[in-house]
């Protein structure tokens, strides 16, 4: 028996950019950019001074009775006790995707449906709940602490709270988690092990989550949000750090169609790699990355001249967006191949774990939609970027099949394949 096809068949979005598909559609059309003027520490100057903030929520209050959300979504105490803030806005994604993908409860909680979840947890809420645990020499320790804070709890909260029975699990390779989540999802279906896997991917945006990697000089610190997050762009300084959620369905096409859900695109195949090179930076000559490419496009069946469009991982780094485009050369350029390449963390920042999963359900939106999101805030290209097509402005054309990358710390490389959907 053929394997299954495999589909997107829903979508959710509480993001910098929009927290619902024809927003964030609209604002990948216009390349309008949810990066603002952000206090990581109120009353204190800092020399990061912007994030890509997410709009109608505030989870700023260290316990969950002082959040404030849309009135759109129904969340009960009993839930919000075990949540993380990114916790919240998981649980809003999830419900616009059991909505767009007109699931029922019989379809959560049949052993049919499994869930996949990446993050990186909530540093936030953990350095508030160790220090009540030393301060009061061990007499204080909130009992959801653990749940609410560790790198597992979106899966615990959200298939306990949706009665999910399937196969259920966490990832945390970094910034390619929620992409390496979708690749097993993938897996899971077309072994004949689930028919749907709900994929979601969150992250705090927060002094904790973020700073920390000033000390890596990895962010930037230009004060202008209009101009901060600019891949590929010779006088990018760092990333701009941001959050929220984002979630996805896969599932049997079957599956799907018999429920009259919404396809969004086919997934193909993928492949992942590791650099083996370093804890912290890139491959300099994008070699992993370059691996997995090769290994997502020979699972897919798919040349690299027939690739329509790249969303690059491309954060806005000197040293990653440099690794990336020497990958990028070595599969396309080296070939006579030149897909328009662009990266939309112009626009949102990078979400760390979640930006896979964010990015994934993009593509899935130009693909259905036809268009090309243009390389906002590019202004002049690196002279490493030679030979690729970098558009300025977003395109009004449909891909037929788009590359997505992903890269995290330890060099964890990891690429999908997805097209069109074609009856």
Same mark, same amino acid.
């Given at each position: 028996?053929?394997?299954?096809?495999?589909?997107?068949?829903?979508?959710?979005?509480?993001?910098?950019?929009?927290?619902?598909?024809?927003?964030?559609?609209?604002?990948?059309?216009?390349?309008?950019?949810?990066?603002?003027?952000?206090?990581?520490?109120?009353?204190?100057?800092?020399?990061?001074?912007?994030?890509?903030?997410?709009?109608?929520?505030?989870?700023?209050?260290?316990?969950?009775?002082?959040?404030?959300?849309?009135?759109?979504?129904?969340?009960?105490?009993?839930?919000?006790?075990?949540?993380?803030?990114?916790?919240?806005?998981?649980?809003?994604?999830?419900?616009?995707?059991?909505?767009?993908?007109?699931?029922?409860?019989?379809?959560?909680?049949?052993?049919?449906?499994?869930?996949?979840?990446?993050?990186?947890?909530?540093?936030?809420?953990?350095?508030?709940?160790?220090?009540?645990?030393?301060?009061?020499?061990?007499?204080?320790?909130?009992?959801?602490? $653990?749940?609410?804070?560790? #790198?597992?709890? @979106?899966?615990?909260?959200? =298939?306990?709270?949706?009665?999910? /029975? *399937? !196969?259920?699990?966490?990832?945390?390779?970094?910034?390619?988690?929620?992409?390496?989540?979708?690749?097993?999802?993938?897996?899971?279906?077309?072994?004949?092990?689930?028919?749907?896997?709900?994929?979601?991917?969150?992250?705090?945006?927060?002094?904790?989550?973020?700073?920390?990697?000033?000390?890596?000089?990895?962010?930037?610190?230009?004060?202008?949000?209009?101009?901060?997050?600019?891949?590929?762009?010779?006088?990018?300084?760092?990333? $701009?750090?941001?959050?929220? #959620?984002?979630? @996805?369905?896969?599932?049997? =096409?079957?599956?799907?169609?018999? /429920? *009259? !859900?919404?396809?969004?695109?086919?997934?193909?195949?993928?492949?992942?790699?590791?650099?083996?090179?370093?804890?912290?930076?890139?491959?300099?000559?994008?070699?992993?990355?370059?691996?997995?490419?090769?290994?997502?496009?020979?699972?897919?069946?798919?040349?690299?001249?027939?690739?329509?469009?790249?969303?690059?991982?491309?954060?806005?780094?000197?040293?990653?967006?440099?690794?990336?485009?020497?990958?990028?050369?070595?599969?396309?350029?080296?070939?006579?191949?030149?897909?328009?390449?662009?990266?939309?963390?112009?626009?949102?920042?990078?979400?760390?774990?979640? !930006?896979?999963?964010?990015?994934?359900?993009?593509?899935?939106?130009?693909?259905?939609?036809?268009?090309?999101?243009?390389?906002?805030?590019?202004?002049?290209?690196?002279?490493?970027?030679?030979?690729?097509?970098?558009?300025?402005?977003?395109?009004?054309?449909?891909?037929?099949?788009?590359?997505?990358?992903?890269?995290?710390?330890?060099?964890?490389?990891?690429?999908?394949?997805?097209?069109?959907?074609?009856?």
């Amino acid at each position: 028996m053929a394997n299954p096809r495999v589909v997107i068949s829903g979508v959710g979005f509480i993001t910098s950019i929009g927290n619902d598909r024809a927003t964030v559609s609209g604002s990948l059309r216009e390349l309008k950019s949810g990066i603002e003027r952000f206090d990581f520490l109120p009353g204190v100057e800092l020399p990061i001074a912007v994030a890509g903030t997410i709009k109608d929520f505030d989870t700023r209050a260290l316990h969950w009775a002082g959040w404030r959300w849309p009135a759109e979504y129904s969340i009960t105490k009993d839930l919000l006790r075990g949540l993380p803030p990114h916790g919240l806005h998981a649980i809003c994604a999830v419900e616009q995707v059991i909505r767009d993908a007109r699931l029922t409860v019989a379809d959560l909680t049949d052993e049919d449906t499994g869930l996949f979840c990446g993050s990186a947890g909530s540093p936030r809420l953990m350095r508030h709940y160790l220090n009540q645990i030393h301060e009061s020499r061990g007499e204080r320790i909130a009992p959801m602490a $653990v749940v609410s804070t560790i #790198a597992g709890t @979106l899966n615990f909260n959200l =298939a306990a709270h949706y009665g999910i /029975r *399937g !196969a259920v699990a966490g990832f945390v390779s970094a910034c390619a988690s929620t992409t390496q989540a979708i690749g097993y999802a993938f897996d899971e279906i077309t072994l004949g092990r689930q028919r749907r896997m709900l994929v979601v991917g969150g992250e705090d945006v927060s002094f904790e989550s973020t700073y920390a990697f000033h000390g890596m000089r990895a962010l930037s610190r230009n004060p202008d949000p209009a101009r901060a997050s600019r891949p590929f762009d010779q006088d990018r300084d760092g990333f $701009v750090g941001t959050g929220g #959620a984002a979630a @996805l369905l896969l599932e049997d =096409a079957e599956s799907a169609r018999s /429920r *009259g !859900a919404p396809i969004y695109a086919e997934m193909l195949g993928w492949g992942q790699s590791a650099d083996g090179h370093s804890v912290a930076s890139s491959d300099p000559d994008g070699r992993g990355l370059a691996s997995a490419m090769r290994r997502a496009l020979a699972a897919a069946h798919v040349a690299p001249a027939n690739i329509g469009y790249v969303n690059a991982h491309a954060t806005s780094t000197p040293v990653g967006d440099e690794s990336e485009a020497r990958a990028l050369q070595t599969i396309f350029t080296a070939v006579g191949a030149h897909p328009p390449v662009s990266s939309t963390k112009a626009l949102t920042g990078h979400s760390l774990s979640m !930006a896979g999963i964010m990015e994934t359900a993009f593509c899935a939106l130009a693909l259905t939609e036809e268009f090309i999101p243009g390389a906002a805030n590019l202004e002049n290209p690196d002279p490493a970027c030679a030979g690729l097509d970098l558009p300025r402005t977003t395109l009004a054309q449909g891909p037929r099949l788009v590359l997505k990358n992903s890269s995290g710390f330890g060099g964890s490389n990891v690429c999908l394949v997805l097209r069109r959907w074609e009856p």
